[in-house]
């Protein structure tokens, strides 16, 4: 039996490499809605949003926080680089619920049009480490 293709898979931040491994799969939160990569793919250079990334491997999924940034797709390679990305297990629960009431607060008290951007900011980073967070403990209960 042939080898199954494998695409491999590059998380960057300012700070450091999140995650490098070949993959059978990705799932990226892209400017203009959830886009798909799988081996082979064709080049492509796209904006992520703030979301979850699914990754997919020996059907094992595994779920990252990231914040926006750029997703490079090669054939056997996607690089992303992300303003902040967070695996599952850095991710405190609690201290993200907090952070999601907070900016939720900010939001009601309609300030001006920046400190709702930054509120709204929050909010959509809250929400994804809270996803990433959830999913990956499903997972295991």
Avoid: C, W
């Avoid at 939160?29 to 798909?36: E, R, S």
């Avoid at 080049?43 to 997919?56: D, E, F, H």
């Avoid at 939720?104 to 049009?113: G, H």
């Amino acid at each position: 039996m042939a080898p199954k293709n494998k695409i491999l898979l590059k998380i960057i931040t300012p700070k450091r490499v999140v995650f490098k491994e070949k993959i059978d799969v990705l799932e990226a939160p892209a400017v203009d809605g959830l886009i798909g990569i799988l081996p082979n793919h064709a080049p492509l250079i796209t904006a992520l949003k703030t979301g979850v990334i699914r990754i997919v491997n020996e059907n094992n999924e595994r779920f990252i926080s990231v914040s926006e940034g750029i997703m490079d797709v090669k054939p056997d390679q996607v690089n992303i680089v992300a303003r902040t990305a967070e695996l599952p297990d850095e991710i405190n629960l609690e201290r993200a619920k907090e952070a999601k009431k907070r900016a939720k607060r900010r939001l009601e008290e309609k300030n001006n049009k920046l400190d709702n951007a930054r509120a709204e900011g929050a909010l959509e980073r809250a929400l994804a480490r809270i996803k990433t967070a959830e999913k990956h403990h499903s997972d295991y209960y």
